[in-house]
């Protein structure tokens, strides 16, 4: 089996003077503790809403208002969460091409490298970068815990039997538990335009080991932690996979910060190697990638703040509601259903003895034994719970989730414009959260293409070789393409998945109807190509005809760009000013041949004839 080696590529070494390495360590151990600090309340939530997604009750036991009460939580949010978590996996992966790429406008130059790219990109994504065990993690934390992390490093697949053997080297996208990633107190921007982010660690003594042999790490300073996080601690208690380590365990930061490191007035982008417990950098080094290789998913927006709301949140008060209202219920049938015996003092019955099915007892009066009930039937009760599970279904949208179609404003007569608009307006429930997954998954696959870039400007060759085994003669295009320094900004990456919730047959139906207008658009532009190119017609009409292909041209890339399906209408689009000059350079060069053989005709006849055969008789 081989290891997978985080590999940060180091391209300058950084030497900042023992003065500076120590006012960095105050800067990021005064920062961490802060950072950590603030969010405690978080990490209070995220436990909470573990706890209710298991439906493990807050309390082992329940002893009110009787002793051994019945204590069930209803897990009405795994009901909601793994419904949204469901469906977001199957759109995304389910649509085939994963990625789309698209030109940004004014590249048309670049149509057979956009494709190459594409290929690869989809290549990749399923062979490489692992991109659906990383979504099926990060897509857990963003609908449970409101918040999502995705990280894409440059890995190396190594094996060593006899012989050391690296296997490959290429980006992976990995997801980052939610609580190892600790934001700036207070922030809320971009994950780029962040001071610092931290991504925690927790490894064992023989992993520093090896990264101090393969690294260079400064170990010998690293202090133990006591234990892991307290979220962390939740997560594998409810898991049934908690368990004493028999090794140390050590609690490493590696902080993504912009840092002035030699006071020169110009903050440098580190990426540093911190142990939280012993206050000491491990590894400093510049950040070796041009951006943060960290994305950021959310379920529920919070204005102003880092981290999101999650569905467990959201139904958390619901759920603690219809538990409570369900062992009331399972209590209230209990006590009806018991018994609390009056007997007679001097019956002679005692007070130990057990009642059961078929029980003699033998009395002098049948009075002096008589039942009472210990509660009423509370027939409201169902309805209670009801109440508060369909109004828990409609703040997170658990029926439009799994209805057809939206009850609420379809019925089995609606004209169809009707029901448009009201599957419109049932999709547009889950567009946020879906479009939040979607944009950091898409993000996600960008960073590997850019992994890839950074290796190629740095001039690996084996990167290249690969790239080139995977496409043949067409990687060149992709290589080429990862060279320009404006790669960002000439080609938008993107899932081929949308907000809307179609089903196969009806993108289908929207590509069979696309399809009919570009026939009848090609077919027009053709009739008016040949008009244009006509040498008989007159200018004025051969300028209509432009300006007809043109807004024509404007037309179907408006109504193309509707269409979810189609990425990259302007592919779809006829020119027609550039064939038209074509055509006209064609017409002239053809004209100026055919002066060109009928001087040289007049030429031959002159020499034949030199006595002037061609002039006039009488």
Same mark, same amino acid.
């Given at each position: 089996? #081989?290891?997978?080696?985080?590999?940060? #590529?180091?391209?300058?070494?950084?030497?900042?003077?023992?003065?500076?390495?120590?006012?960095?360590?105050?800067?990021?151990?005064?920062?961490?503790?802060?950072?950590?600090?603030?969010?405690?309340?978080?990490?209070?939530?995220?436990?909470?809403?573990?706890?209710?997604?298991?439906?493990?009750?807050?309390?082992?036991?329940?002893?009110?208002?009787?002793?051994?009460?019945?204590?069930?939580?209803?897990?009405?949010?795994?009901?909601?969460?793994?419904?949204?978590?469901?469906?977001?996996?199957?759109?995304?992966?389910?649509?085939?091409?994963?990625?789309?790429?698209?030109?940004?406008?004014?590249?048309?130059?670049?149509?057979?490298? &956009?494709?190459?790219?594409?290929?690869? $990109?989809?290549?990749?994504?399923?062979?490489?970068?692992?991109?659906?065990?990383?979504?099926?993690?990060?897509?857990?934390?963003?609908?449970?815990?409101?918040?999502?992390?995705?990280?894409?490093?440059?890995?190396?697949?190594?094996?060593?039997?006899?012989?050391?053997?690296?296997?490959?080297?290429?980006?992976?996208?990995?997801?980052?538990?939610?609580?190892?990633?600790?934001?700036?107190?207070?922030?809320?921007?971009?994950?780029?335009?962040?001071?610092?982010?931290?991504? =925690?660690?927790?490894?064992?003594?023989?992993?520093?080991?090896?990264?101090?042999?393969?690294?260079?790490?400064?170990?010998?300073?690293?202090?133990?932690?006591?234990?892991?996080?307290?979220?962390?601690?939740?997560?594998?208690?409810?898991?049934?996979?908690?368990?004493?380590?028999?090794?140390?365990?050590?609690?490493?930061?590696?902080?993504?910060?912009?840092? /002035?490191?030699?006071?020169?007035?110009?903050?440098?982008?580190?990426?540093?190697?911190?142990? =939280?417990?012993?206050?000491?950098?491990?590894? $400093?080094?510049? !950040?070796?990638?041009?951006?943060?290789?960290?994305?950021?998913?959310?379920?529920?927006?919070?204005?102003?703040?880092?981290?999101?709301?999650?569905?467990?949140?959201?139904?958390?008060?619901?759920?603690?509601?219809?538990?409570?209202?369900?062992?009331?219920?399972?209590?209230?049938?209990?006590?009806?259903?018991?018994? $609390?015996? &009056?007997?007679?003092?001097?019956?002679?019955?005692?007070?130990?003895?057990?009642?059961?099915?078929?029980?003699?007892?033998?009395?002098?009066?049948?009075?002096?034994?008589?039942?009472?009930?210990?509660?009423?039937?509370?027939?409201?009760?169902?309805?209670?719970?009801?109440?508060?599970?369909?109004?828990?279904?409609?703040?997170?949208?658990?029926?439009?989730?799994?209805?057809?179609?939206?009850?609420?404003?379809?019925?089995?007569?609606?004209?169809?414009?009707?029901?448009?608009?009201?599957?419109?307006?049932?999709?547009?429930?889950?567009?946020?959260?879906?479009?939040?997954?979607?944009?950091?998954?898409?993000?996600?696959?960008?960073?590997?293409?850019?992994?890839?870039?950074?290796?190629?400007?740095?001039?690996?060759?084996?990167?290249?070789?690969?790239? !080139?085994?995977?496409?043949?003669?067409?990687?060149?295009?992709?290589?080429?393409?990862? &060279?320009?320094?404006?790669?960002?900004?000439?080609?938008?990456?993107?899932?081929?998945?949308?907000?809307?919730?179609?089903?196969?047959?009806?993108?289908?139906?929207?590509?069979?109807?696309?399809?009919?207008?570009?026939?009848?658009?090609?077919?027009?532009?053709?009739? $008016?190509?040949?008009?244009?190119? !006509?040498?008989?017609? #007159?200018?004025?009409?051969?300028?209509?005809?432009?300006?007809?292909?043109?807004?024509?041209?404007?037309?179907?890339?408006?109504?193309?760009?509707?269409?979810?399906?189609?990425?990259?209408?302007?592919?779809?689009?006829?020119?027609?000013?550039?064939?038209?000059?074509?055509?006209?350079?064609?017409? /002239?060069?053809?004209?100026?041949?055919?002066?060109?053989?009928?001087?040289?005709?007049? /030429?031959?006849?002159?020499?034949? !004839?030199?006595?002037?055969?061609?002039?006039?008789?009488?």
């Amino acid at each position: 089996m #081989p290891k997978l080696i985080i590999t940060h #590529p180091e391209i300058e070494k950084l030497q900042p003077s023992a003065e500076a390495i120590q006012e960095l360590e105050r800067f990021l151990s005064h920062n961490l503790e802060d950072d950590l600090s603030a969010r405690w309340r978080q990490e209070v939530a995220w436990r909470e809403a573990l706890r209710q997604y298991d439906a493990q009750p807050r309390q082992k036991v329940r002893n009110v208002p009787v002793e051994n009460a019945p204590n069930i939580e209803i897990p009405v949010g795994m009901l909601g969460v793994d419904i949204f978590y469901s469906i977001s996996l199957q759109t995304v992966f389910n649509t085939a091409p994963l990625v789309s790429v698209a030109l940004s406008p004014g590249r048309g130059e670049f149509i057979e490298h &956009k494709k190459a790219v594409e290929d690869f $990109l989809n290549w990749s994504v399923r062979q490489e970068m692992d991109i659906r065990n990383a979504a099926e993690h990060a897509f857990m934390d963003v609908v449970q815990l409101g918040t999502g992390a995705l990280f894409t490093p440059w890995i190396t697949d190594r094996k060593k039997t006899k012989v050391h053997k690296i296997i490959s080297s290429h980006p992976q996208v990995m997801p980052w538990p939610i609580e190892d990633v600790v934001l700036p107190a207070g922030s809320f921007q971009a994950v780029q335009n962040m001071p610092r982010l931290w991504l =925690r660690s927790y490894l064992t003594e023989w992993d520093l080991e090896f990264n101090r042999k393969t690294f260079g790490w400064k170990t010998e300073f690293a202090t133990p932690a006591s234990a892991v996080g307290w979220v962390r601690t939740k997560r594998e208690a409810l898991g049934n996979t908690h368990h004493n380590r028999t090794g140390e365990i050590y609690e490493v930061f590696d902080c993504y910060v912009d840092y /002035d490191i030699d006071n020169d007035g110009f903050e440098e982008e580190l990426l540093v190697t911190f142990d =939280r417990h012993s206050q000491k950098i491990l590894k $400093l080094r510049y !950040n070796p990638y041009d951006r943060k290789p960290i994305e950021l998913m959310s379920y529920q927006k919070r204005a102003f703040l880092g981290y999101g709301m999650g569905m467990m949140e959201k139904l958390g008060p619901f759920q603690q509601e219809i538990s409570d209202i369900h062992n009331y219920r399972n209590l209230n049938m209990l006590l009806a259903n018991t018994r $609390l015996w &009056k007997v007679k003092r001097g019956a002679g019955i005692p007070e130990n003895m057990k009642i059961y099915p078929g029980k003699q007892i033998t009395m002098q009066n049948p009075e002096d034994l008589q039942g009472e009930q210990m509660g009423e039937i509370y027939n409201s009760a169902p309805q209670a719970e009801m109440l508060s599970l369909s109004m828990a279904k409609e703040l997170v949208g658990i029926n439009e989730m799994t209805s057809a179609r939206p009850s609420g404003i379809l019925s089995s007569r609606t004209p169809a414009t009707t029901a448009q608009l009201g599957f419109a307006q049932q999709n547009s429930r889950f567009v946020a959260p879906f479009d939040s997954m979607r944009f950091g998954l898409a993000n996600s696959i960008k960073q590997g293409a850019f992994r890839y870039q950074e290796q190629i400007k740095s001039g690996k060759q084996d990167v290249m070789d690969h790239i !080139n085994n995977v496409l043949g003669k067409r990687g060149q295009l992709v290589i080429d393409m990862l &060279k320009r320094e404006d790669f960002d900004e000439s080609v938008i990456i993107e899932l081929t998945a949308t907000s809307e919730r179609t089903s196969s047959g009806a993108r289908l139906q929207s590509l069979l109807q696309i399809s009919q207008i570009m026939l009848q658009y090609w077919e027009k532009i053709a009739q $008016l190509g040949a008009v244009a190119t !006509n040498s008989q017609t #007159p200018a004025p009409m051969r300028e209509i005809a432009l300006k007809i292909s043109k807004a024509a041209g404007e037309l179907v890339e408006r109504i193309a760009r509707q269409m979810d399906t189609i990425r990259d209408p302007k592919a779809f689009i006829i020119e027609f000013g550039q064939e038209l000059d074509q055509a006209a350079q064609i017409q /002239d060069q053809s004209t100026m041949n055919e002066l060109g053989f009928l001087t040289n005709a007049l /030429d031959e006849l002159d020499q034949q !004839n030199p006595q002037g055969a061609l002039q006039p008789t009488s």
